[in-house]
């Protein structure tokens, strides 16, 4: 990450001392750490050049010994003093940067939460969900070290509710391999289990139950499993009730919009999902998402349920539907215009209540942007279908002549 600082006037009147600077990246670091022939880089660079393949020191080129990138406590504290005297000049002080796990403490947790007594294999877990919430870093460790099989024992054994909810809990946050995917998607009872916690008392164990489902179902690859797990019974239900949580719970709406997302892509059930009212809860919070990635996976999965008579039906009668979707195009991502206008698309060519809707939106003008502007190919398709079906509707103010668009894409009819 770079160092947070104007470089413009950095350069001209200050100069940042030679050892202050990563030799790969040249910029002030910020988290130094020394390899093993002794050359110190900031902590992303060199775990960017090693995440390569590379196994040399990129300044000796010497083999290195070990992987090991030990925390140069030292010159750290020495930048930050250089920061806090050369404030005047826009630096800011970096902060101390919070280290990963260590190996050898992870190890020992593992080893107290897979036996012993039930107190202390509770709170090994509770540490380790605790050290899995804090980082990346720190979830790498912790699945470097054998913790989905040690925790997948754990979830689907018949132990105490504790131990299960809070393995579940370490599960949840870590990247699960396609044989583990399989492992518990083709079991009936694992799947049962995740989905009973679907409708938990507690919002987090039901939020990580349907963390945990949507990881299984993104790492299948199989399209008949995937619809067989979409085809449990109360698994749509579980996931909008997610969403439907009254009280805040960002995560529990990115994983809801998540797992949503995965299901849908059976088709065979997606009328499911809008029996289980799939359809209110995406247009409820599709107004408060904002991270972009939950917003274009939000409208990707309006997409897919436009895509079937009763998703298309119970969209088009919910008022805020069309105003939602006419407002974020042009206004998240490239992805997000596409399924934002795939998904008027197809409300438009099956209502003229959805057409005049949109064109009162604004639609037209949105759609005229949009094909003149650099999105993909197939939302400038869409957006001119879109303006063709809504020709017959157009306001007088939106009629526009041929050379209005030259040299455009628009397609005039």
């Not at 670091?29 to 393949?53: K, N």
Request: aromatic share 6%; proline share 5%; with cysteine.
């Amino acid at each position: 990450m770079p160092a947070t600082f104007n470089l413009e006037p950095l350069d001209i009147s200050l100069h940042i001392p030679h050892h202050f600077r990563c030799p790969i990246s040249l910029e002030l670091m910020r988290d130094p750490v020394t390899v093993s022939t002794g050359q110190t880089y900031d902590r992303l660079s060199i775990e960017a050049w090693l995440a390569t393949g590379n196994t040399t020191c990129p300044v000796t080129r010497q083999p290195l010994t070990d992987f090991n990138l030990i925390p140069n406590h030292t010159l750290r504290r020495l930048i930050q003093d250089w920061c806090v005297a050369n404030r005047s000049f826009g630096v800011e002080r970096i902060p101390t940067p919070k280290q990963p796990a260590e190996p050898v403490l992870v190890r020992s947790l593992l080893r107290q939460a897979a036996s012993g007594p039930y107190g202390l294999r509770v709170s090994s877990l509770r540490k380790l969900r605790s050290l899995a919430r804090e980082s990346d870093k720190n979830r790498i460790v912790i699945a470097a070290n054998n913790a989905r099989e040690v925790m997948m024992s754990i979830a689907f054994a018949d132990v105490g509710s504790d131990l299960r909810h809070d393995s579940l809990a370490v599960l949840s946050v870590l990247a699960l391999t396609e044989e583990e995917c399989v492992s518990v998607g083709s079991d009936p009872d694992r799947i049962g289990f995740l989905v009973n916690l679907l409708f938990h008392s507690l919002i987090d164990v039901r939020v990580n139950s349907a963390a945990v489902i949507e990881s299984v179902v993104a790492g299948i690859r199989s399209p008949e499993l995937r619809t067989e797990i979409s085809g449990a019974e109360g698994i749509f239900d579980g996931i909008v009730g997610i969403l439907n949580y009254p009280f805040i719970h960002p995560r529990g709406v990115k994983v809801g919009i998540k797992a949503l997302f995965a299901l849908c892509l059976a088709k065979q059930h997606r009328g499911r999902a809008v029996a289980a009212g799939a359809v209110e809860a995406l247009v409820e919070r599709l107004a408060e998402v904002e991270n972009c990635g939950d917003a274009e996976r939000a409208l990707a999965t309006v997409e897919l349920l436009c895509r079937i008579p009763a998703g298309c039906e119970a969209f088009e009668a919910h008022a805020l539907t069309v105003p939602l979707l006419v407002k974020v195009t042009l206004k998240v991502s490239g992805r997000a215009t596409e399924y934002a206008a795939g998904a008027l698309l197809a409300l438009c060519s099956a209502s003229e209540r959805a057409q005049r809707d949109a064109v009162a939106a604004g639609v037209v003008t949105q759609l005229l942007l949009l094909v003149q502007s650099d999105c993909t190919e197939r939302a400038k398709r869409k957006a001119q279908m879109l303006l063709k079906l809504l020709r017959n509707s157009w306001p007088d103010a939106y009629v526009v002549k041929t050379e209005d668009f030259a040299g455009s894409d628009v397609v005039l009819f």
